[in-house]
């Protein structure tokens, strides 16, 4: 099965795994674990700002850093930017925060509320070029479907 069928069927048990569910750390544990039993990523968890930080969410993977200044790393500079943000190489994004040394890769989707940044999901892999636009793609349908619930 290819990355885009492997999306279009966890998108519906994403959908299923959330509806009804109103705590959005409960959502957020299950949206991981589903995406990171599905695609064995080497980290995938979610960072939630609070007091102008993000601070470390839901997670599956090795340890991470906790927090994470805005507009630093990956992650606080798709927190700042309000966009996606793919890195193939993270070795080469100036001001990487490097949590693991064995993560070569990185995708960072926003997740909203009320047109504002709450959280970001994270997933980073071993290999180099993980992401690409497929992944955007379908991840930026999952922080809707958090969004939304």
């Known amino acids: 099965m290819n990355k885009q069928e492997t999306y279009l069927q966890l998108l519906p048990q994403i959908r299923a795994l959330i509806a009804g ?3 959005l750390i409960a959502n957020m544990a299950n949206i991981v674990a589903a995406l990171y039993e599905a695609f064995g990523f080497w980290w995938t968890g979610f960072y939630r700002v609070s007091d102008d930080m993000l601070v470390l969410g839901p997670f599956q993977g090795p340890i991470a850093c906790t927090r994470i200044p805005h507009g630093r790393g990956v992650c606080g ?3 700042a930017q ?3 943000i793919i890195v193939p190489n993270v070795h080469e994004f100036a001001g990487h925060i490097a949590c693991s040394s064995a993560s070569n890769s990185e995708i960072v989707v926003p997740i909203r509320s009320d047109g504002r940044v709450i959280a970001v999901l ?3 892999s071993t290999d180099y070029n993980a ?3 497929t ?3 379908y991840l930026e349908q999952v922080a809707a479907i958090l969004s939304a619930g």
């Open 82 to 84: 309000g966009q996606t």
């Open 135 to 137: 992944d955007q793609y």
């Open 21 to 23: 569910e109103q705590d």
């Open 77 to 79: 500079s798709a927190w």
């Open 122 to 124: 994270d997933i980073d």
């Open 131 to 133: 992401f690409d636009s």
